[in-house]
């Protein structure tokens, strides 16, 4: 049934494509197992589940959210922070530890990614997490955290994920990785700077003026405030 995981994860099986689960590995290597299912074809996969949870109980949602973030196959976990995305009453049901367990295991940029744009962002925005949490995963040693701790701040801007804008959260997330030279923190941090540079653009061009970021997060940003494009 649609809302069985093992049956959600045979289906993703399905669609997977060797080649490109060869190709992801390079792009973003991860310790699951990676299916090579395209975005689109996931999320085929997933709409019917998502369509049938909207009226079942929240804790059945909840269930199938663990047990496809758990199956150590790639493509389960990003099918949970999906139905997460789709599904703000399962997300606001989540306890506090349950969202912090969803971030465990998240040892790419893809799953930072989509747990931190689905899960975290929305739940910090909703109060449902607390700022000096987001502050503990800044100052993780893990990559990973202090990159889910910046990319959490874009649903705090980004109007498509429900966000009206926080400048002074955002900015205070991005003055803990002004010195992160980690290539996929400096990335996060060029995100998070560009989706707020749409809300408060005076406010991330003094940012810049006062702050010695990486060259490549200053280039993709005044792009973005000149342009309105990160790479024009």
């Not at 139905?83 to 790419?108: C, F, H, K, W, Y």
């Not at 689905?118 to 202090?146: F, K, Q």
Request: glycine share 8%; hydrophobic share 45%.
């Amino acid at each position: 049934m649609a809302t069985d995981a093992p049956y959600l994860l045979a289906a993703l099986h399905e669609v997977g494509v060797p080649a490109r689960a060869e190709h992801a590995l390079g792009y973003f290597p991860t310790a699951m197992r990676h299916l090579g299912v395209p975005v689109p074809a996931l999320r085929a996969v997933v709409k019917p589940a998502i369509a049938a949870l909207r009226k079942a109980p929240v804790g059945d949602a909840i269930a199938l959210v663990l047990d496809l973030h758990g199956s150590g196959v790639f493509e389960g976990r990003q099918g949970a922070f999906e139905i997460l995305g789709a599904l703000p009453r399962v997300r606001r049901a989540l306890t506090a530890g349950q969202v912090l367990a969803l971030a465990e295991g998240n040892d790419n940029w893809c799953s930072v990614d989509a747990y931190a744009c689905n899960v975290s962002g929305p739940c910090w925005r909703e109060g449902a997490l607390t700022d000096a949490m987001i502050a503990t995963w800044s100052a993780s040693d893990d990559r990973w955290m202090r990159r889910t701790a910046l990319v959490s701040t874009v649903p705090l801007n980004m109007k498509s994920r429900g966000g009206t804008g926080d400048t002074a959260r955002t900015l205070a997330v991005c003055e803990r990785h002004v010195a992160d030279r980690d290539d996929m923190v400096v990335k996060a941090l060029s995100w998070a700077l560009r989706e707020l540079a749409e809300r408060d653009p005076a406010a991330v061009q003094a940012f810049l003026s006062a702050h010695p970021v990486a060259s490549r997060v200053r280039r993709e940003t005044k792009n973005k405030l000149e342009t309105g494009l990160k790479n024009p």
